[in-house]
């Protein structure tokens, strides 16, 4: 499947902001079953500095520098990218969960691929005892860990009601499943605490999903936010499964991936330090267009 | 050669008598004394000139010590205290007395584990082979919190990640000394150790001379040489990165800034760019290449590490990368100060550096490894359980460790389940026993248990250890070493020299420091909050005049009276120290607000507290005792009015408030360099006292001014016994007028503030641009030309409604002149010549 992504993000700032530095985490790159044909970035005003990097999970980091004054700050984004399926496996074929954690308790690799990164509480997910028995009821003993793993996921969609703004983007897993509910970003929090809680890796991934199956119906433009989901490691063979507990659906090829962390944290589309007096208030569309391989950049996508 | 030898050490007797009552505890090792009771023989020398002395000259001695650390601002802040209490810097007075042949073993076991720490540290952040070998497990690097991601890949700049590490060693039932932790974030107590070692010099100073105790200078010397060495400019400071006053060790930050001659600095003073890292001065943005740091790496960057820190500099990681700026420890060295890397080390000594540990750590297991788990586990009782990284787990209040014996059934049970979850996020430890050392108690010696924590300094490529140490004492004598990080006492270490003691740095001041003078490197931060520190203080003053002026005038029921204390009173809603509600308005009630109401901004509590938050950022700029009376001035507005709000109880608070600000004048005036800083606090006094004048000089000596304003106006003023030397008549309107706005010899006088202002500005940096005098002189000495041209027949309120503006236009000025966080770089007309 093939997509036309677009994304506006806007800061409008109470006071003038004179200088900012911002760190953006908007730029796709290739990974497996993911291959970005093009991908371009749009700053207003534009910064007198920029400079590419990548963090250490590979993520593409832009950083910025802007001196002049400005009460608005737009980033947009425009993308083409293509994404192959998942090709589907028998959950009860995987791994038992155990096996799984023991093994990466024993990893001697620390490279960025490693699963040995996500196995520990981080900024935003604390490894709460109440989340991590909640967990455990679909973990039983040598259960394999792609089908507990699919148990959860059903759970927390069943479990958790989806209401936006119950929470916010601070929001830690342990606030948002003591109210039952939250939005993407709390429903993947809780399910990684949930596995980091019994040892196991789980991943922060931040990203696009297609709102429409079918091409009849109309594609909402604009309407929709970033989504956010997990990636847990299910042993060598199997290696990270996307699971998406917000719409209880393992990540295919509706969902494409920005960005992989340990927590929102790491994925923050947009870091910054300015020097403002008062607040911001920012708006984000995202609009993902599925698109023909042939097809054109279409005019809005043009930069 | 006959040594002369001093008389108390032949008079064997008075020592026994004075270590008669002291006993090792059973069964453990005792630093002073062998089991058998016989004094060691490298305590003689000290305990026989204690002997000497006497309990009654040896409590004055120790009380002499504790008046120097107290005269020096030396003290602990509570950290957990919302209110910042501080309490008396809990020093014991018997120093721990190590000898040098043992010394010398320790030195060579530490420098040892320096270079082992910085192998682990270059390969985890490197190669990563101890990991991919199966040496070191990737899941106690990557689960570590002190793994700072971004740095991975990139080589310090400078060529080390550790450049002053500090170790706890404790000395255990077998008598070695076993290391218990390692400190290489950004280590804490040295600038402790130089203080203690700096009171007891002083009030032993003949005790410490015949001692013969191995200096510390040369070891901060050294140091200090070799930060500085990192600077690739002449004109770059070295800064000592601090998180700030609210910072527990923060007496310390400042105490070693201003001995190692770094300058102390807020990630708010300092900017990273493309070309390096700048501190933001009062002359402009000055070059920094070396920060000594004593801020948690993680907080150093809210660009690249937490988003949330306000305490950092945002791009210092890709300062770093681009080899901007050496740091010490660099970003990411924490990473060796955890629990499970005791696990490792003595397995890693031979594998890295080809050698055993020298001086063993304290048995550790990771519990992370199956075997190594079932085996602790079939002995639990007799190890300490604790979490691997440092961090606590929640639902386990683990502390610094417990005993498995001393586990509750509820912790037990909760610990299995953890252990079956997340056995890698926890260690065991061998329970050690620590040896004791002699505490001065209720007259006589008693032994206590505590730890040794030593330090190190990378010295080019080879590392020296501090002669000297800070020692933590625990006030109980359960003598285990997890019950020891309270450290409830602290004390001086006195190694013992084996040759001459270098003289290269005697009494009186054994911790020389070479003379700094600091000209135009004032942060413009610590400007600002002195510039607000003066025009809050005195603001302060005013309103209190004001008040004062309006209370003493109630109990007078003649007529003159009544329509000054109300025009004061309207004066002071005005002020916004009242509410304006014509409800408001008897006297009394106003008063009650200007002292007591903290919603305004004008009143008391608000200015005072605002005084107190500016001064107490910025404290190690004034003098103990400065700093002192701005706090108590503070403290005494926010205390209730003790005798109920009679009209008396005000007006003694009003002479109270006005006392302590006297006295704070006096100390600023008198205590203070009289460099950048000084001026700034000077500069906002000038301007706020000229501004008020102004102010009084319109509400009382306008022409239609009620009867005996003019009074009112020279007691505001304090210019009555000015007045009455001179005119030797009642108050008129144009003599006084002159001798309160425009007489440059009355110190109260508008005219005499700005010639005060002016003399400031030309001290400071940026006072000629391109050859002309700088806006902010210009505005001043036209200000300050209006004002000795003015007559004071004919000046006008509208005039004087100018002057005002002028000033506050001034204010504006020197803000964005000096203080206001300019991101651009020095202009070459703009550097101090």
Known sequence: ?303 | MAVPRDKTLETEGSLDAFVAGYRPLPGIVDEMMHADGTVRPHWQTLLAQFAALGPEEINRRFAAADRYLHDSGVFYRVYEDPAGAERPWPLSHVPLIIEPTEWKALEAGLIQRARLLEAVLADAYGAGELMRDGRLPAALVAGNPEFLRPLVGVAPPGGAHLRFYAVDVGRGPDGRWWVLGDRAQAPSGAGYAIESRLALSRAMPDIYARTRVERVAPFFQAFQAELFSYNRQDDARVCLLTPGPLNETYFEHAFLARYLGLLLVEGEDLIARDDGVFIRTISGLRRTDVLLRRIDADFADPLELNAASRLGVAGLVQAVRDGKVVIANALGAGLVEARAMLAFLPALAPQVLGEELLVPNIATWWLGRKDVRDDVLSRLDDVVIAPAFGTQMTGLRLGGGVLGAELTDGQRTVLMQALQDRPIDYIAQEAVTLSTTPVWRDGRLQPRPFSLRLYLARIGDDWQVMPGGFVRIAENADARAISLQQGDLTADAWVLAEGPVSTASLLPAPEHVPVQRMTGMLQSRAADNLFWVGRYVERAEATLRLTRAMLGRLADASDVAAPLVTSIAALLQNWSAAPLDPAFSPPTLVARSVLLNPDFSGALPRLTRAARSAASVIRDRFSPDAWRAIDELAALIAAPLPNGQSDSAMIERVEAALRIIASFSGLAQENMTQLAGWRFLELGRRIERALQTCRFVRSFGAKDTPEGGLDVLLELADSQLTYRQRYVMIAALAPVIDLVLLDPSNPRSVAFQLDRIETHLAALPKREIAGRLSPVRQIAVTLATRLRTADAANISGGEIVEIENELMRLSEVIGSTYLTHSDRATADGDTVT
């Open chain 1, 1 to 303: 499947m093939i997509y036309d992504i677009r994304q506006v993000t806007t800061c409008a700032y109470a006071s003038p902001v004179a200088h900012a530095h911002h760190v953006l985490r908007l730029t796709p790159v290739n990974r497996p079953g993911q291959r970005v044909h093009l991908s371009a970035l749009r700053i207003e005003p534009s910064p007198v500095k920029a400079r590419e990097g990548a963090d250490f999970f590979g993520n593409r980091l832009t950083s910025v520098t802007i001196n002049e004054p400005h009460s608005t700050l737009s980033v947009k984004v425009s993308a083409r990218i293509a994404v192959e399926p998942v090709a589907r496996r028998d959950p009860a074929a995987a791994p038992a969960w155990e096996t799984v954690r023991d093994d990466v308790f024993a990893a001697t690799d620390i490279g960025p691929q490693s699963p040995v990164h996500f196995l520990f509480a981080s900024r935003m997910v604390s490894l709460d005892p109440e989340i991590r028995d909640y967990a455990r009821q679909s973990f039983t003993p040598g259960r394999p860990i792609v089908e507990a793993a699919l148990e959860l996921n059903h759970r927390i969609k069943t479990d958790m009601t989806y209401e936006i703004g119950a929470t916010t983007v601070t929001t830690t897993a342990p606030m948002s499943f003591a109210l039952r509910r939250g939005v993407c970003q709390d429903f993947a929090h809780i399910m990684i605490s949930g596995l980091r809680g019994l040892g196991l890796p789980a991943a922060y991934v931040s990203g696009y999903l297609r709102t429409t199956r079918s091409a009849e119906q109309a594609q909402l433009q604009g309407a929709d936010a970033m989504h956010a989901w997990v990636m847990v490691w299910c042993g060598e063979a199997i290696g990270w499964i996307g699971f998406d507990p917000t719409n209880d659906m393992v990540a295919s090829d509706d969902h494409v991936v920005l960005a992989v962390g340990r927590d929102y944290s790491d994925v923050a589309p947009m870091d910054g330090v300015i020097v403002a007096a008062g607040g911001q208030r920012i708006t984000v569309s995202v609009s993902v267009t599925p698109v023909q391989s042939t097809a054109a950049l279409l005019p809005e996508n043009a930069l």
